[in-house]
């Protein structure tokens, strides 16, 4: 087909108003600014994140189904549901199918964007690689959450377990194979991610098929540490006052300590914690790094099978990490997942 131009110069707001991106187009951030409204796409880093790939593959899926790719988004909850907790009608996800030449279902993987728990960044962190799984045969589900509220997290655990069962529902009808599936997710979305592993919001919990692999971009876990840094600080501290809102979209707007520690996942995972992919930045200003090493010293002494891989540069939000010295990370994820790379 004949693509819509794509330019390093162009801005979010020239994508969002570009009708050829139909439906997808409102998902690129949920609850815009004018700060990534009027940014163009160059200071993302339009290789990095894979601008390209990933619009092509939204504009070919909005132009397949005469409804501008309204097909592909789907609600997760009922419309009775929605009327009875009006936020359960912003819980939604969107299917990347598998490009592929034949009518074989396929595994699937299930994204999970980040955004601090009051956004998601649905175009770097989820449909830019979505479109990269696609186009690898995969099919790929990207996970819209509820958000913004204080706490938040309950919810959006909420959000993931019923969209995944919904999904193994549907595995006929999205040509997929129930059970065999990786989850993962970016910053927020990583947290949720980890959750799904853990033996007190986990799998085992929600009657859930345990994944068979998690990745986990630029992860925040530690939550205990998050919540000391937070009072040891006096009122007013801009650190203290930079971590607050995390802790209450976390843990209520009084920061429940014992509701922070529920979720602080090294604390909560066994032996029985899904193979995992962990991938992060040394230079990450946004998320310490030491969160992503503090979970693979737990995995490596819990004995579950790992990979780490950390770069010295490339900050956070990387996404995809095309030209980092990360890059090629997801293929190796999906290596890993799928059984041919082992742990190194």
Not at 115 to 133: D, K, P
Not at 323 to 339: I, K, P, T, Y
Request: hydrophobic fraction near 40%; include cysteine; glycine fraction near 10%.
């Amino acid at each position: 087909m004949q693509y819509s131009k794509i330019e390093k110069d162009m801005t979010i707001a020239e994508l969002v108003n570009n009708k050829a991106y139909g439906v997808f187009s409102d998902y690129i951030f949920t609850y815009m600014t004018p700060d990534h409204y009027n940014c163009e796409l160059s200071e993302y880093g339009f290789e990095k994140v894979g601008f390209e790939e990933g619009l092509h593959r939204m504009e070919e899926l909005a132009a397949s189904d005469g409804m501008d790719g309204g097909s592909y988004i789907h609600d997760i909850y009922s419309k009775e549901a929605q009327t009875m907790q009006w936020d359960k009608a912003y819980a939604k996800y969107i299917h990347f199918p598998a490009k592929k030449d034949n009518d074989k279902p396929v595994p699937y993987v299930f994204i999970i964007p980040g955004g601090a728990f009051n956004r998601q960044w649905g175009f770097i962190e989820g449909m830019s690689v979505a479109a990269h799984l696609s186009n690898m045969g995969y099919a790929a589900f990207v996970l819209y959450y509820r958000v913004k509220q204080e706490p938040v997290v309950s919810l959006a655990i909420e959000d993931i377990i019923n969209a995944i069962r919904d999904i193994e529902s549907k595995a006929d009808e999205y040509g997929i194979i129930k059970g065999e599936y990786m989850i993962g997710g970016f910053s927020a979305g990583a947290t949720l991610a980890g959750e799904i592993g853990s033996d007190n919001y986990g799998w085992k919990v929600a009657g859930l098929p345990k994944p068979q692999a998690i990745f986990l971009g630029y992860t925040a876990i530690c939550m205990n540490e998050f919540y000391k840094a937070y009072t040891s600080l006096p009122v007013g501290n801009p650190i203290r006052e930079g971590i607050a809102p995390f802790l209450r979209r976390l843990a209520g707007p009084d920061v429940d300590s014992k509701l922070v520690s529920s979720y602080d996942l090294p604390s909560h995972i066994d032996s029985s914690y899904p193979k995992t992919y962990i991938v992060a930045n040394e230079d990450d200003g946004t998320v310490p790094v030491a969160n992503s090493k503090a979970m693979d010293a737990v995995l490596t002494k819990l004995g579950v099978e790992h990979i780490t891989k950390i770069g010295s540069k490339g900050g956070h939000s990387f996404g995809l990490g095309n030209g980092l010295e990360v890059s090629g990370w997801l293929e190796e994820a999906v290596e890993f997942w799928r059984g041919t790379t082992k742990n190194i």
